[in-house]
């Protein structure tokens, strides 16, 4: 009690010291990926260049290949593949090794949007206030969780951060263009982030402040034409190939991809991060800064209402301008607080914020994601054999999922799923199998005994449980197929 006692919570080495270490600790025990993105669309792609295959088939001179760019930018997926390339040069190739100090790394940037927010919102209001965004920034429940994920939305916050602080502070004759080349990079990570960079532009533009217009753009641009038109061009032949991919995708095909008709979505999202009742508070807060900090008030609603009025809506979207949302509705609050109704509803939403939110928070970071189906592939690691024939017998649930062949490093794996009870076991007549995968505990004793009459050697690898988390999700929407899996091997071949 005396050790707790002596700490100045109010010290920002303190909060930047919690914010590490809630990080890491999330790095350490919160194994797996959170939903598609963040792994097969980053990891499966990388680390699959490393190991001489492409996953994806992104590459124009890979087997597979369509031949035209797919619409992801290769900044993001670059980096990674430099970083799993550097880990194979020292011997460090175990996929549960590289992941642990994939999300170290991760851990460690995203540490930079506590540091930047609590310095913008020391510039913007006080000292005060600035500890309070530091808090929330270090301590609320999602964030360690999600830091460590590798979600473009998240990865390309640190910088954005950075290259706002850089514009606010404005103490050096070329701080505004470093601050546009640093968005230019987040915008590169990813392109969304442009309608933050555009926002700010805008601002300087219509202040008539062509000094500071010129040097932020010419930032932006530099980077960007770095990232996607010097990179795409080695890749593609000419430049900007994979922005004008992901823009003739999604006016193609794009709107029709998960639509969702909830229009105030992104303010339950943003705003709803912060429970209840500190949301509500929180989102008043926030509509009162429209007038006094217009820089980074307008490009936080401008990326607000462009995702909002697209129609392909998804949680993940809006958690990269999450901290100017907390940092201009703490700012707002304080103002709200003249007024005594308002002073009275942040003592007790502060209170209740931190009832709720500690709970969470330990709950989160310790959690895994994912786990189930990450186990089941790594429990065929080493096992000497590049290419298996695998079953994914899902015909006691509702569907099967996407197996991430990186923690099995077996690149040339064949998954083959059977869903329907009806279907013959083999799915194939004269089709057999090396492995097969039993998703769920529904019919299980069965369903192995129909297999153990086709393979009589079949032995059990691995039983692979879903985490808290991961049961928690299904139970609340049975759609979330983060189940129980077992291997077994069928020894018909090896």
């Known amino acids: 009690m005396r050790i707790i006692n002596n700490i100045n919570w109010s010290s920002f080495k303190t909060i930047l010291f919690v914010g590490l270490v809630l990080r890491l600790i999330a790095a350490i025990f919160s194994k797996g990926y959170g939903m598609h993105d963040d792994h097969f669309l980053v990891i499966e792609a990388s680390a699959s260049w490393v190991d001489g295959f492409d996953y994806n088939g992104w590459l124009p001179w890979s087997e597979g290949s369509r031949g035209v760019p797919e619409g992801h930018s290769f900044t993001y997926v670059g980096l990674n593949y430099f970083f799993f390339a550097i880990l194979k040069f020292f011997g460090v190739v175990n996929p549960m090794a590289q992941m642990l100090l994939n999300r170290i790394v991760h851990a460690l940037v995203s540490i930079l949007v506590v540091y930047f927010g609590i310095k913008i919102t020391e510039r913007l209001s006080n000292r005060k206030n600035a500890v309070i965004v530091g808090w929330i920034l270090a301590a609320l429940w999602l964030m360690p969780l999600l830091s460590v994920r590798n979600l473009v939305e998240l990865i390309g916050a640190p910088f954005l951060l950075w290259g706002v602080w850089l514009a606010i502070r404005n103490t050096n004759k070329f701080d505004l263009l470093y601050a546009g080349l640093i968005i230019g990079l987040a915008a590169s990570f990813r392109y969304q982030i442009g309608v933050f960079a555009l926002g700010m532009a805008a601002i300087y533009f219509f202040r008539y402040e062509w000094k500071k217009f010129i040097q932020f753009c010419v930032g932006v641009l530099l980077t960007f034409v770095f990232t996607q038109g010097f990179v795409d061009y080695l890749i593609w032949g000419y430049p900007f190939a994979e922005i004008i991919g992901y823009v003739v995708y999604n006016m193609n095909e794009g709107t029709g991809y998960l639509p969702n008709t909830n229009y105030f979505m992104y303010f339950y999202v943003l705003f709803g991060a912060l429970l209840f009742p500190m949301g509500i508070l929180a989102f008043f807060g926030f509509l009162k800064t429209y007038k006094s900090h217009l820089i980074i ?143 769920g505990e529904d019919d299980l004793d069965k369903r192995l005994a129909e297999y153990k009459q086709q393979y009589p050697k079949m032995t059990l690898l691995k039983k692979c449980e879903p985490s808290p988390v991961d049961r928690l999700l299904r139970w609340m929407n049975p759609r979330n197929s983060n189940e129980y899996i077992e291997v077994w091997e069928t020894n018909l071949r090896w």
């Not at 607000?304 to 609050?333: K, M, W």
């Not at 003592?347 to 914020?353: G, L, N, Q």
């Open 297 to 439: 008030f307008i490009p936080t609603v401008v990326f607000l209402l462009f995702h909002t009025l697209y129609p392909n809506r998804q949680e993940r979207f809006v958690l990269t301008i999450l901290p100017f949302v907390i940092i201009l509705a703490v700012i707002g609050i304080e103002m709200l607080r003249k007024k005594e109704f308002w002073n009275k509803f942040w003592k007790i939403s502060w209170v209740s914020f931190w009832v709720l939110n500690i709970p969470l928070l330990l709950f989160l970071t310790f959690s895994s994601t994912k786990i189930s189906r990450v186990d089941a592939m790594y429990s065929l690691y080493e096992n000497g054999h590049e290419k298996e024939n695998i079953l994914l017998e899902a015909s006691g649930e509702e569907e099967t999922a996407l197996m991430p062949k990186f923690y099995s490093k077996s690149w040339y794996s064949n998954f083959v799923p059977r869903e329907n009870p009806t279907d013959t076991i083999t799915i194939e007549k004269g089709y057999h199998f090396d492995y097969i995968f039993f998703f």
